[in-house]
Each structure stands twice: as structure tokens, then as C-alpha cells.
């Protein structure tokens, strides 16, 4: 089998057989092939598409490039969730202590955050002494015992998907609906969980702009799930304007205990909740009114909590220390007109958050873990001209004054009020 001849069927929109992408892939990670020849195929992909066969194949492959996780031995139903990431993003840690709390298996691997989204492996570093890192045994213990671990890349899964989307960063080939949807299903089957619950983020915020291509990349998602055996669900969701008040590391985690105590945001709680009840849903089989109900009860009850607080101590971290005095200088953020206030762009406080060090603008970049916004105004909220809208906590000035331009721009005053943002958009099976 040639390589150029793999590049040439797709180039002229062929359909790909299982032996040529199983070829291609393998001998790309193998090194056995130059970097330029994949970048080739990549494009044609990006431009001709793929069908759902070679959609699973790709996956297929990818999956057992590496470690796969046998979860087999693990009693009762394990879950994952995945988001497609988002400003302000912090429904895992909320979400996971729920499920594990009513007797579910909550496998979660996650990853750091990269650009204007955060990554749920750095909140976790904000807490004092969390160990994001386990062995797969570690991790296997920990689920059987406490019912969830939250760690960072166990194992070496789905190494062909990294040194793809390592290229495909480089190349313009990260846009494709089936390349993104197998890079992070394969990912996720290696994992090994039986249900998994896809937030898929839509707005200014998140990878998927529009409501058309996040759909398209949610069915393609739950299609994949399905052909695998999985149980997987996708649901829209809002990602226009920041999820919480709260955004940055050690920031976001003390808004998930608000949470957890049946405080916080309401928009926050309203996402984690649909997310929670649908993956329990998937896990138990009663109907989405009883799920909804014992997800409620938890975190009224105290339990979800506990669990949190079980977990944290499992993997040596400092529940106290979510507490702690924030170090970090605060700028203080005033409007600078009247009205309510119509828009709060997501990309634009991602963004800024990112200039104070909340986030890493490459990969090499250290974050700032006490850094990030509050949000003190939201959605129709009517502020007046020098009226506070955020605080912006951080150490590192350099760019305080760009991050404050940048937070601006995104804010919109109007003398009228808008509908409320739709923050469910939609459930996908
Ligand atoms: N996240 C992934 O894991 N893969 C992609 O291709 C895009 C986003």
C-alpha cells in the first residue's frame, strides 16, 4: 500500500477502506512517514469530509493505538462526561461528586486548558496538594473505593490522536467535524466508561460557533458512541456568555462549593443539573423527572458535598485550602455607560482572563492560579456609568490594561432589557 495513493482517493473524494486508514494512521505513528504526506491527507479530509464508516474506522484506530482501559471489573455502571470546554466551565466539578454521591462509577480523565478555555486539570491544581496524576491501577482503586477519580492522562491513551492533532494545530486541519469527533471519541472509548454525557458548548466562547456545526458534531459523537456500544447523549449548550461569575482556577472552585451548598449561580446550577440527571438517566433507566429529583436531593442534602470533600482527600488535596486568602492584586472593572447590559461576550473574558494569567497562551505558558474575574453583573442587569462590573484578580501586570480593553469590548448597554439567554439549546440522542 502507497500513502500518495491513500492521499489521491480522498483528494478525489473516494471513500476510504478500513486497511487504508488503519495504513495511514499506523505508519504516521510509527514515524514511518513524513509529517507532510499526513498534513496532505489531513486537508483532503478537512475539504472532502468523511463518511460515518471511515468516521469509525479512524476512531477504531486510534482508540487502540495505546492503552484501553478495562473497566470491566469495576462494579455497577461507569460514567464519563466531556465538554468541548468553555469560559467559566466548571460543571465537572460539580457534576462528578452528584453521580458518584448516588452510586455511580465516575471515571473522569481531563485534560489542561489551553488558549481561552480552562481545563478542569488545572482547577484541580488550585487546590493545595490535588494530585491530578495516577497510575491506571490508582486510578481503578479509587473508583471501586470512592465511586470517582478525577486525574490527569492515564496511561498513554490514544497516542495517535495526539500526534495527529499535534499536527493538525500546525496545519489549518483542526476544523473537520469527523476529525474532531473521532480525536475526542477515541479518546473517551479508551477510557472505558459504558455511559458518557458530551456537553457540547455553542457561542463566541467555544469551538463551535454556531448551532448547526455543534449539532453536527454531537450527532457525529453519539453516532461513533453508538457503533461502539456505548450509551452517549450530547446536549447543546449555551456558551455565549461565561458559565458562573466566576472564571479562573482557584476562582472557579470555590464556585463549585457555592454550588455544591446549594448556592451559586443559577445558570451554572441549571447546566450541571440537566447534564447530571441526563447521565444518570443513561446510568439507571428512570425517567429524566426522577433523575432530576435525586440530583436535587444530593446537593440539598449535603452529600454531593461530602463526596467532593472524599474526593479531594483520596487524592491528597487540601479541602481547606479552596478557602484561603486570595494573594492576587484586584483591579476593579467599572462600566463604562449606562443600561442593561445586553452582552457579556464569552471570547472577549476568556480572553482577558487569559492576559491575567488564568489561562496559558501555549502550551509551555504557566498559569496563575489565583488569577481570573469575578463577575459582579450579568445579563440585564442595569448598571450606571463607574457602577463596578468585575474584579480582575492577578499578580502579573503586564498586560492588566490590555485584559480591562479587551474585557470592554465585550460588554454591551442597552435601555431595554433582552430575553433571557437560552442556555439548553438542545438534547441529542
Ligand atoms: N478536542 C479534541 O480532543 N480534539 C479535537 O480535534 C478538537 C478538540
Not at 491527507?41 to 477504531?60: K, S
Request: some cysteine; proline content about 2%; charged content about 30%.
Amino acid at each position: 500500500m502507497r500513502f500518495v495513493d491513500i492521499i489521491e482517493k480522498k483528494k478525489n473524494k473516494e471513500e476510504l477502506t478500513k486497511e487504508e486508514i488503519k495504513f495511514a494512521i499506523e505508519s504516521f505513528t510509527n514515524e514511518e512517514i513524513p509529517d507532510y504526506q499526513m498534513s496532505a491527507l489531513l486537508m483532503a479530509i478537512v475539504l472532502n469530509g468523511m463518511t460515518d464508516e471511515e468516521t469509525y474506522h479512524l476512531t477504531e484506530v486510534m482508540l487502540n493505538s495505546g492503552d484501553v482501559l478495562d473497566l470491566s471489573g469495576v462494579e455497577w455502571v461507569v460514567v464519563d462526561k466531556h465538554s468541548t470546554g468553555g469560559i467559566g466551565d466548571k460543571t465537572t466539578l460539580i457534576l462528578g461528586p452528584i453521580l458518584a454521591s448516588l452510586g455511580c462509577k465516575v471515571a473522569k480523565m481531563s485534560g489542561r486548558g489551553l488558549g481561552i478555555t480552562g481545563g478542569t486539570a488545572d482547577k484541580l491544581e488550585a487546590i493545595e496538594g490535588y494530585d491530578i496524576k495516577m497510575t491506571i491501577e490508582e486510578f481503578i482503586k479509587q473508583i471501586k473505593e470512592k465511586n470517582i477519580a478525577l486525574a490527569y492522562s492515564i496511561g498513554n491513551l490514544a497516542p495517535a490522536d495526539k500526534k495527529i492533532y499535534a499536527l493538525r494545530d500546525v496545519t489549518a486541519t483542526v476544523e473537520s467535524i469527523p476529525l474532531i469527533a473521532s480525536s475526542i471519541m477515541s479518546k473517551k472509548l479508551a477510557s472505558g466508561a459504558d455511559c458518557l454525557i458530551l456537553d457540547v458548548k455553542v457561542g463566541s466562547g467555544a469551538f463551535m460557533k454556531d448551532i448547526e456545526s455543534a449539532r453536527k458534531l454531537a450527532k457525529t459523537m453519539v453516532k461513533i458512541g453508538k457503533h461502539f456500544n456505548k450509551k452517549v447523549r450530547a446536549i447543546l449548550t449555551n456558551m455565549d456568555i461565561p458559565l458562573g461569575r466566576n472564571i479562573g482556577n482557584l476562582l472557579e472552585v470555590q464556585e463549585v462549593v457555592q454550588v455544591l451548598n446549594n448556592n451559586g449561580p443559577e445558570d451554572l446550577k441549571k447546566v450541571t443539573v440537566t447534564l447530571a440527571s441526563n447521565l444518570l438517566n443513561m446510568a439507571i433507566g428512570k425517567s429524566i423527572e426522577e433523575c432530576e429529583y435525586l440530583v436535587n436531593e444530593t446537593l440539598d442534602n449535603g452529600r454531593a458535598l461530602e463526596k467532593f470533600k472524599e474526593l479531594i482527600e483520596s487524592q491528597n488535596g487540601k479541602y481547606n485550602s479552596i478557602f484561603r486568602e486570595n494573594q492576587s492584586k484586584v483591579e476593579i472593572v467599572k462600566a463604562t455607560d449606562e443600561g442593561y447590559i445586553t452582552k457579556l461576550v464569552a471570547e472577549n473574558i476568556g480572553r482577558s482572563s487569559m492576559m491575567l494569567k488564568a489561562g496559558r497562551q501555549t502550551k509551555e505558558d504557566k498559569i496563575d492560579y489565583e488569577a481570573g474575574i469575578i463577575l459582579l453583573k450579568k445579563i440585564n442587569d442595569y448598571v450606571k456609568k463607574g457602577d463596578e462590573l468585575a474584579y480582575f484578580y492577578y499578580n502579573d501586570d503586564e498586560l492588566l490594561k490590555e485584559a480591562e480593553k479587551v474585557f470592554l469590548a465585550g460588554v454591551e448597554y442597552s435601555k431595554d432589557k433582552v430575553d433571557e439567554p437560552t442556555l439548553i439549546y438542545e438534547v441529542i440522542e
